[in-house]
């Protein structure tokens, strides 16, 4: 027998004290799976831009799943420090094939978007819920979001500016070559 009861929409335990929202607990199972998403696609892009003989790019692409693997696992361990429990639910599968190099660094850029206004509807929610635990929890990826866009948006910058030059392209690749992944835990 659970120790917990849920009432209306909240979890609370045999002393009284509540738990957590479980609106908010759905909600943030389902930020979990589009951050697992969001790894699988930047995998995917990886794949595609290795067989392009573009290994830098492949990297940052790879530290950029690991990232958001990363992300989809603080969710999960917040859920449950919080008395939920996350379902892991069916991931869908991301696209394989893009144009060109471009094309997968503008895919990039609007996914990240779409991942910001997720967190900001999420932010939004937390406040509506007067849960202000989950408000804090959410700041790190509202911070997380601009640079994320930031770096995305530089690359897409010296793309437009490397345009059909192959050695602007060998350089730019060059460099995201040396991006290394580096856990939040030990980076803070
Ligand atoms: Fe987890 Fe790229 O956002």
Not at 9 to 15: A, H, S, Y
Request: proline share 3%; charged share 25%; aromatic share 10%.
């Amino acid at each position: 027998m659970t120790l917990r009861t849920k009432l209306q929409n909240i979890i609370i335990l045999p002393d009284n004290s509540i738990l957590m929202n479980t609106r908010i607990i759905a909600e943030l199972c389902e930020q979990m799976i589009k951050e697992f998403y969001s790894a699988n696609l930047y995998l995917s892009m990886s794949a595609w831009c290795q067989e392009a003989g573009l290994p830098g790019c492949a990297n940052w692409m790879r530290v950029q799943y690991q990232e958001e693997n990363e992300h989809a696992l603080k969710f999960f361990d917040y859920i449950h420090s919080h008395g939920g429990k996350a379902v892991v639910s069916a991931i869908a599968a991301p696209p394989t094939e893009w144009k060109n190099i471009q094309e997968v660094f503008e895919a990039t850029a609007k996914h990240e978007a779409e991942v910001t206004r997720c967190i900001h509807q999420l932010v939004k929610l937390s406040r509506e819920e007067n849960d202000y635990t989950t408000e804090i929890f959410l700041q790190w990826f509202v911070t997380e979001q601009v640079e994320e866009e930031e770096n995305v948006r530089n690359i897409l910058d010296q793309l437009k500016l490397a345009g059909e030059n192959g050695y602007g392209l060998l350089l730019i690749d060059r460099d995201l070559a040396t991006r290394t992944y580096t856990p939040t835990s030990t980076a803070e």
